[in-house]
């Protein structure tokens, strides 16, 4: 008949942390697999967008994350990354990812638009953080309120029509 589900694939970041509460603890009690899409929250956690450069894809202006006021408000997460990220001599992407991998049971399926963004994710494979980088990286994460909700639906229209 059926075989039994090993893995389960979900929104998990630094930025999206719901999966931590029970289904990361889950899957290390029943040696099954999460599945971390998204760990760069499309992009955000690279480092790569700010009130200067922000996105130009419909995708990314489609997303709440990356409103101005969200870009801004995700400025302490970014500068941790990029503080940990010097201290490996790595990229805040590398972090992001190694972050996620770090948890048990859990592996990431980055999004790569060239062979040097797919070259950097591997290299996140060999980053290893230390305990103070995690609670650091927690800590900004947990600082980190986007806005969300019917609030931003006229932001984000005016966001997807260029103005």
């Known amino acids: 008949m059926g075989r039994p589900v090993i893995s389960n694939q979900v929104q998990?970041?630094?930025?999206?942390?719901?999966p931590e509460r029970e289904l990361v603890p889950y899957a290390q009690r029943a040696a099954r697999l999460?599945?971390?899409y998204s760990p760069l929250a499309q992009g955000l956690l690279s480092g790569r967008y700010?009130?200067?450069?922000?996105p130009r894809g419909w995708v990314r202006r489609g997303n709440v994350l990356f409103l101005p006021?969200?870009?801004?408000?995700?400025?302490?997460?970014?500068?941790?990354?990029r503080q940990v990220a010097k201290l490996h001599d790595a990229t805040p992407a590398q972090v992001?990812?190694?972050w996620v991998i770090r948890h048990p049971n859990?592996?990431?399926?980055?999004?790569a638009s060239s062979v040097a963004q797919l070259e950097s994710n591997v290299g996140a494979a060999g980053l290893e953080l230390?305990?103070?980088d995690d609670a650091r990286l927690n800590s900004a994460a947990d600082r980190f309120e986007p806005r969300r909700g019917p609030?931003?639906?006229?932001?984000?229209?005016?966001?997807m029509i260029g103005r």
């Open 12 to 18: 998990y970041s630094l930025v999206q942390r719901k």
């Open 34 to 36: 999460v599945m971390a």
């Open 50 to 54: 700010d009130g200067t450069n922000p």
């Open 69 to 81: 006021e969200n870009i801004a408000r995700a400025g302490g997460l970014l500068d941790a990354l």
């Open 96 to 98: 992001a990812l190694a």
């Open 106 to 111: 859990v592996v990431a399926i980055p999004g």
């Open 130 to 132: 230390s305990d103070d």
């Open 151 to 159: 609030s931003t639906y006229p932001a984000l229209a005016r966001s």
